[in-house]
């Protein structure tokens, strides 16, 4: 008998949280109900573990500031857009910022150098030398190509070379003829 | 599922009200950060994990259904957030169900303890509690869920959520009065 009440028993502490939350089905809840009434055990199980939930609850109420909440609902709705200011001077730690400035002055440093060095060394103006020595080689070039096909015109009026002379000996036998004719008159 | 005031400040919100938003987490701050607070053990993570789920729950006011008590959307979210978290860190120190020392502060147990005491006990109890067991306590005292939704929250049998509780409150109570009693 003894026994079986202790099983009732552990059985509602498993129970416990779905009776205290409302979430049993009416006939166990009222079971249990009866049951609370009647077990001593249960009833101060009940109350610990009501004045466990309500202590905690008190207990574990943290806050923070009311200005550091405002500043996370703000982050929190604001739309996200390209700023200039925040790309240069992003949000986070002060291990981030700081790494970022020291970054950004780097930078800056190097290319301030770079453009003191360019400014105070004389260099010869490499477009002006570029554009002659390319002058001189296309003139080269052109001079080449040209006398390549004029070698090849010269040859192929080689093959009608005889035909050529030929044609201008007849010729010039016609106006020996023509002057003979002439000097007789 | 919503008192009527939060129903309007969803409402609001939904209409791109950002003041609105302000106010209605207002209702649910001290709770919130808490919760986080406890859970992840330092003010820095906690913030950080308010922050984020205030991006989230902002972003995703439009996809909040009223069918669903508008605190578990929230604390669900916080939680989901804070798991992320920590599986990315992959701070198995924090989940590792360690069994704590607990008896050790025990003090005289028949001294009456009140107030204060009581609270600070609990304080010290919840701390030392296997993770899972500290999760579960804390949606409950601090997200006001049913062991239902903690349940759905945390993608864990009922039966396997009410025994995490079991045991917590069981620790606790060992704590706060002799087992002997
Ligand atoms: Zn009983």
């Not at chain 1, 700023?83 to 291990?95: D, R, S, V």
């Not at chain 1, 400014?119 to 001189?136: A, C, F, G, H």
């Not at chain 2, 209409?15 to 709770?31: C, D, H, P, S, V």
């Not at chain 2, 009581?118 to 993770?131: E, T, W």
């Amino acid at each position: 008998m003894i026994n079986d009440e202790n099983m009732i028993c552990s059985e509602f502490e498993k129970e416990v949280y779905l009776y205290l939350d409302n979430d049993l089905l009416t006939d166990r809840k009222e079971y249990w109900k009866q049951h609370v009434v009647n077990c001593k055990t249960c009833s101060s199980f009940i109350s610990e573990v009501e004045i466990i939930l309500d202590q905690a609850h008190v207990e574990l109420t943290e806050d923070m500031f009311d200005a550091k909440f405002n500043a996370m609902v703000k982050k929190a709705v604001q739309k996200k857009e390209f700023k200039i200011a925040e790309w240069l001077f992003p949000q986070g730690t002060a291990k981030e910022k700081f790494a970022f400035s020291l970054k950004l002055a780097v930078v800056g440093v190097l290319a301030t150098i770079a453009i003191i060095i360019s400014l105070t060394t004389r260099q010869p103006n490499t477009v002006k030398t570029i554009s002659n020595e390319l002058l001189d080689w296309e003139g080269k070039k052109v001079t080449s190509q040209i006398n390549e096909i004029k070698n090849t015109i010269d040859m192929i009026h080689e093959d009608n070379w005889d035909r050529q002379m030929i044609l201008l000996d007849q010729r010039m036998k016609a106006l020996e003829n023509k002057s003979d004719k002439f000097s007789f008159n | 599922m919503s008192t009527t005031r939060e129903q309007t400040l969803i409402e609001n919100c939904r209409n791109g009200e950002t003041t609105a938003f302000g106010q209605l987490i207002k209702i649910y701050r001290k709770q919130l950060f808490s919760y986080l607070l406890k859970l992840c053990g330092n003010r820095e993570d906690a913030e950080d994990l308010f922050q984020e789920t205030l991006i989230k729950s902002w972003k995703g006011i439009s996809k909040y259904s009223e069918l669903q008590k508008f605190s578990s959307w929230l604390f669900t979210i916080a939680h989901n957030t804070a798991m992320d978290k920590l599986r990315k860190r992959n701070k198995e120190a924090m989940i590792t169900e360690t069994e704590p020392d607990e008896l050790s502060h025990a003090n005289d147990p028949h001294k009456e303890l009140i107030g204060k005491e009581i609270r600070n006990k609990i304080q010290k109890a919840v701390d030392i509690l296997p993770f899972k067991q500290k999760e579960v306590f804390l949606l409950r005292v601090n997200g006001e869920m049913s062991f239902k939704e903690i349940a759905q929250v945390t993608n864990e049998p009922l039966n396997t959520v009410l025994s995490h509780m079991h045991y917590s409150v069981k620790k606790i109570k060992r704590l706060l009065w002799s087992e002997n009693d």
